[in-house]
């Protein structure tokens, strides 16, 4: 209980410094905020319930009026601007992430966490964060989905960091997954 | 940590967080079906007024915590242009600005003590789905020491690589910072532990209140 709940939290800060943090260039010199990346290790390391959770407490810290979002923002201006979607769609993201992650069998790490947080932080992110856009700008879903198709590639990168991330814990600290019982 | 509330008080930090909440959603409930550009921009005017009304410092303030959102709007406006929807997309531009905005400054004038306490209250419910009473403030507490430990952290992995490899800095740090984050939570479970945990503290609390009398 103790652990579980020191996990969700740590996990959350970790989000919130990630997108503070402007200094991890990705390889091939993109230069983008790593905090989407922070919601696929989220899913990654702490399995679907508690990957959703820590999320959910981002979300909710962000409203409260906190600036952990990348950039420093936050605040409740958040869910009236067009990126809606994409904020109250992390717990999702990482709750899909992490159900993959549990379900994979055996296997290579490396794989099951980038597919994991392909499918989680790049297809479950991008259906809500379009539809929040689709209805705040009033626009078509095929409309608002070209104007972000542009940032799928840098994120597909992301995905496989999150797999390296996956599999470098799992050799240091086997114990620490959560999302892998 | 910072937090985005306002330190110089105003007339509208002193209204209670909920009737200021309460406020925010209706205004943004009933500019939520209009559709005529001159009626937001109309919309707009009390919102400045509201920002003006708490002095020029906080204004400039507001401004200035606007601007993401003004470029990001600015860029759907364009895109608005070229497709030839002018005084559609200056509506959904003009009501974008004055939702966000008229949000911020409930941001900007309520203390996050204030508004963690509105959590708290929301999230009653919970505990009878099993949310111990205490996690959540617990966490809340968490994270906000530990964002700023991990950002610490994060810079002098990235300062020690950057020391050692003339190439750019890796994403493999992410790593090390992971695993000092689990570190960290393992240890701070067992300093919980030790004290009584979170489950126990409310039969504690119970014992302690009935104790002086």
């Known amino acids: 209980m103790e652990r579980q709940v020191a996990f969700i939290a740590l996990f959350a800060a970790l989000v919130a410094a990630l997108g ?31 990957g959703a959770l820590s999320m959910i407490l981002f979300v909710v810290l ?34 899909a992430t992490g159900l993959i992650v549990e379900k994979w069998g055996k296997g290579n790490l490396l794989i099951a966490g980038t597919f994991a947080s392909i499918v989680g932080g790049i297809f479950v992110l991008y259906l809500l964060g379009v539809l929040g856009m ?27 960091v999150a797999g390296f991330v996956l599999q470098g814990i799992a050799k240091a600290r086997p114990s620490a997954l959560l999302s892998r019982g | 940590m910072l937090s985005l509330t306002v330190e110089q008080r105003s007339w509208m930090h002193r209204l209670p967080v909920w009737l200021k909440l309460l406020l925010l959603c209706l205004f943004t409930l009933v500019l939520w079906p209009l559709a005529d550009w001159r009626l937001l921009l109309a919309s707009c005017l009390p919102v400045v007024l509201l920002y003006a009304s708490a002095g020029r410092y906080f204004a400039k303030l507001g401004a200035q915590r606007l601007k993401p959102v003004v470029y990001l709007v ?23 600005i004055a939702t966000v905005s008229l949000a911020n400054l409930v941001t900007m004038t309520s203390r996050l003590d204030d508004m963690m306490a509105v959590i708290e209250t929301l999230a009653k419910p919970f505990h009878a789905l099993g949310l111990p009473p205490r996690a959540l403030g617990f966490a809340m507490g968490l994270v906000i020491r530990f964002t ?19 190439r750019r800095t890796s994403p493999r740090l992410l790593v090390p910072l992971a695993l000092s984050a689990i570190d960290d939570a393992d240890r701070v479970a067992e300093a919980l532990k030790a004290r009584g945990g979170l489950q126990n503290t409310k039969t504690k609390e119970t014992q302690s209140d009935s104790a002086p009398q």
């Not at chain 1, 689709?134 to 496989?160: N, Q, T, W, Y």
């Not at chain 2, 242009?81 to 509506?91: D, M, N």
């Not at chain 2, 700023?148 to 690589?161: C, D, E, K, V």
Request: glycine content about 12%; hydrophobic content about 55%.
């Open chain 1, 134 to 160: 689709a209805v705040r700008l009033d626009k078509s879903f095929m409309e608002a989905a070209s104007m972000v198709l542009v940032f799928i590639p840098g994120d597909v990168i992301k995905a496989f």
């Open chain 2, 74 to 96: 600015a860029i759907i406006f364009i895109y608005q242009v070229v497709t030839g929807r002018i005084e559609e997309g200056l509506a959904i531009c003009l009501k974008i």
């Open chain 1, 20 to 50: 503070l943090m402007p200094q991890f260039m990705l390889p091939f010199g993109v230069p983008v905020s790593a905090q989407s990346l922070g919601v696929m290790m989220a899913g990654v390391v702490l399995g679907a319930r508690r």
């Open chain 1, 62 to 95: 962000v409203l409260a009026g906190l600036p952990l979002l990348a950039g420093g923002r936050g605040g409740l201006g958040v869910l009236a601007g067009p990126t809606v979607g994409f904020f109250l769609g992390w717990p999702f993201a990482a709750y």
């Open chain 2, 148 to 166: 700023p430990l991990f950002l610490q952290r994060g810079t002098q992995l990235n300062q020690a690589w950057r020391a050692r490899s003339p």
